[in-house]
């Protein structure tokens, strides 16, 4: 199954932090590409640093349930620990996307419920898979992150690189 990740840090080395998900991530699913990182301004919660946000495509044998404990698993290992919504975190990794599967359950829904408002998603995502649709609007993303609220305050900052994931 073909699935996006958005990964996303604020606390210690932002960047390291982002390698050291993907590292983990890689363990278990083949990480096919990973857009450029983005400096992005915190969303909910302003008052904290910002974040770096990164999406990643990946091929998984996993079922969304076991996807999802593979995530948090990987957040709690790099010392994310349950705070108050939209916190500042050493790490943060959502499915985005899951190839186009649409489900809504307590602790899990895909696509990602809010991602169609969010500029550090969607130019990320934008970067690496402009046509790909979203499986309720049936929208692809070039569309969706042409009107999206936000997109001035994402900026590309670098790459990781081959080497560091």
Sequence with gaps: MQVYLG???????RQ?????????LGERLHIERVSSIYETEPVGYAEQLPFLNAICR?????????LLSLVKGIEASLGRVPSFPNAPRPIDIDIIFYGDLIMEIPDLTIPHPRLEERAFVLIPLLEIAPDLRHPVSGEN???LAARVGGREGVKKIGELRAEDV
């Design 58 to 66: 990946a091929q998984t044998e996993l079922g969304p349930m076991q």
């Design 141 to 143: 993303v070039k569309d």
């Design 16 to 24: 390291a932090n982002l390698a050291r998900a993907l590292q983990l």
């Design 7 to 13: 990964l996303g840090s604020n606390l210690g080395d």
